[in-house]
Nanobody, 128 residues
């Protein structure tokens, strides 16, 4: 059974930091593109950051660029999201996701439907 399990969410004051983790089990994600998405009440699920499988290059949504950092430890089958300078508008449920195979360079990594595996989500609440 393939699983992604997120942890590290919580309540933090504005300008604070959190580090999210996503541990994979049931298969290796070494050749998967892995990403973070978030879903706030009343909004659609939105792309946050991605780590592409081929060279582990990373890309970010404009709203988090310069504040969030995505990284991965293939030996631990784990994806991370370091979130600094948090803002109230970052409040959401954060999900990690993984592709089922090694995608091509034109993989639509910003599109949630491109991912096969999803975690259950972890709540991040930023108070002002």
């Amino acid at each position: 059974q393939v699983q992604l399990v997120e942890s590290g969410g919580g309540v933090v004051q504005a300008a604070g930091s959190l580090r999210l983790s996503c541990v994979g089990s049931g298969r290796t994600f070494r050749r998967s593109t892995m990403g973070w998405f978030r879903h706030a009440p009343g909004k659609e699920r939105e792309f946050v950051a991605v780590s592409r499988w081929k060279d582990y290059s990373s890309y970010y949504a404009d709203s988090v660029k310069g504040r969030f950092t995505i990284s991965r430890d293939s030996a631990k089958n784990t994806l991370y999201l370091q979130m600094n300078s948090l803002k109230p508008e970052d409040t959401a449920v954060y999900y990690c996701a993984a592709s089922s195979s090694a995608p091509d360079d034109d993989y639509p990594y910003r599109n949630p439907s491109a991912y096969t595996y999803w975690g259950q989500g972890t709540q991040v609440t930023v108070s002002s």
